[in-house]
């Protein structure tokens, strides 16, 4: 079965700082997506950043970049120069790809991170 | 153009009762899903439509809960009678192709739901 693992449940970071947020996944498919949102307490799902199993480049998105070790299952986010802004829930998920897939997505429990001014 | 939409944002209902969620995908997207976070729990898949077909309805609960997507545009999401435990977050989301695409998938804010 697959599985996603958010082990730290809250963070903080001081304004302008990087942080890392964890994230590991366990599946057998060869072929997956991994995706991370952000929820801020307003209570939207905001999607940030996508990793496909098969990239070779690490995903970037602006101040976010995906830090994707395919052999460790892992695909941690990077939070570059963190603004109060970013203080929010965040989730990381993957979905298996293929025609087999629905489309779902397999959530982890969420990381709350708290920027600190 | 405007993004997922739920309805109503917030419910409080007593135990036995009905609630009706609704959701307007993004215009065009083929693809709506609905998820569920119970509190202190990971957000879960409950299922999937293509257009107005049920492609996975593998993760509702129980037949107390009930989506229906007539003509493929918007969908409700039915809980009768509602349970202590349905409390929790019900979010929508819409993708114009199937998220096994790599695409991507937008979410509503959610639905909050709380059975007294």
């Known amino acids: 079965a697959q599985k996603i693992t958010q082990t730290q449940p809250g963070m903080f970071v001081q304004e302008k700082e990087a942080v890392t947020l964890d994230c590991t996944y366990d599946?057998?498919?060869?072929?997956?997506?991994l995706f991370w949102y952000k929820q801020p307490s307003s209570g939207e799902m905001i999607f940030l950043i996508y990793?496909?199993?098969?990239?070779?480049q690490n995903a970037t998105e602006g101040r976010y970049s995906l830090n994707f070790q395919k052999a460790r299952k892992s695909a941690n986010l990077v939070i570059s120069a963190s603004q109060l802004g970013d203080s929010a829930m965040y989730f990381c998920?993957?979905?298996?790809?293929?025609?087999?897939?629905?489309?779902?997505?397999?959530f982890g429990q969420g990381t709350t991170l708290q920027v600190k001014p | 153009e405007a993004g997922v939409t739920q309805f109503p944002s917030h419910s409080v209902i007593e135990k036995g009762q009905t609630v009706t969620l609704r959701c307007d995908p993004i215009?065009?997207?083929?693809?709506l899903y609905w998820y569920r976070r119970v509190m202190g729990k990971e957000i879960k898949f409950l299922l999937h439509?293509?257009?107005?077909?049920?492609?996975?309805e593998s993760g509702m609960p129980n037949n107390r809960f009930l989506a229906e997507r007539t003509g493929g545009t918007y969908s409700t999401l039915k809980v009768q009678p509602a349970e202590l435990e349905d409390s929790g977050v019900y979010f929508c989301?819409?993708?114009?192709?199937?998220?096994?695409?790599?695409?991507?998938?937008?979410f509503g804010e959610g639905s909050w739901l709380t059975v007294v």
């Open positions: 439509f293509v257009k107005e077909s049920k492609q996975d």
């Open positions: 990793q496909g199993s098969y990239d070779e």
């Open positions: 989301a819409s993708s114009q192709r199937l998220v096994a695409s790599g695409n991507t998938i937008y």
């Open positions: 599946t057998s498919d060869q072929s997956y997506g």
């Open positions: 998920a993957m979905t298996p790809r293929g025609s087999s897939n629905t489309g779902k997505l397999i």
């Open positions: 215009s065009g997207h083929d693809n």
